[in-house]
């Protein structure tokens, strides 16, 4: 397996336990594709307006983990992720469709594939059903991963016309939300398990729904692929 990123130790030991889940998400063949340049352009901007979607609902779940947090770092590292994502990853969709003639009217207005509809909310019921836990668990993949795939891209690809995508994730912000994400996602279930929340039962059930949404984000990035050979 790929080395640890460095995100911190709850990560560390779901993304052990995803196994061979967790290889075929960061190391799809969409991905690789984005790393030598190979992927179909129509396959990426489909990608990009199923993205654009999915931002809007990762945010609805993001704010929605600030409404369960139980102190105000929590809060408002979540609130801070809300943020984010709706004026920096939302707004590089937009500039990125806007170069390929697609105008934002025109990606409000995306039909939202199943693919993206099972992934965002299966996200959202695990914060509507279960508690702050649940939901960082099913969030993580989403974030850690796309930090992960950014800082290999960017140390292995070559001269691809997808740099800018693989920039922005490679890039140190996006890194530092990686590392304060990690850091969050410690401390949450410290905080609620105890120091040997590795030993605690419910330490499996967690990482059985972040396992679940690493499966889901391989299924994104197949609905991506898949459209590639269709639009060409």
Known sequence: ????????????????????????YTRHAFVAGLGDGSLPRAAFLHYLRQDHVF????????????????????????????AGLAEGEMGLHVALCAREGIDKAALLATEEAPANLAYTRYVLEAGYSGDFLELLAALAPC???????????????????????????????????????????????????????????????????????????????DMGLAAGPRAA
């Open 1 to 24: 397996m790929t080395p640890d990123p460095g995100y911190g130790r709850v990560f560390a030991l779901w993304r052990a336990a995803a196994g061979p889940a967790w290889e075929s």
């Open 55 to 82: 931002l809007f609902h990762f945010a609805r779940a993001w704010a929605l983990a600030a409404a369960k947090a139980e102190t105000l770092g929590e809060m408002r590292l979540a609130a801070a992720t809300v």
């Open 143 to 221: 974030v850690l991963g796309y930090g992960e795939i950014g800082a290999r891209l960017g140390r292995e690809a070559g001269a691809t016309p997808y740099r800018e995508w693989i920039d922005t994730y490679a890039g140190g912000a996006y890194q530092a939300i990686c590392r304060d994400v990690g850091a969050l996602i410690d401390g949450a279930v410290e905080r609620r398990l105890g120091p040997g929340f590795a030993a605690v039962p419910r330490a499996g059930r967690l990482a059985e729904r972040f396992l679940t949404a690493t499966r889901l984000e391989a299924g994104f990035w």
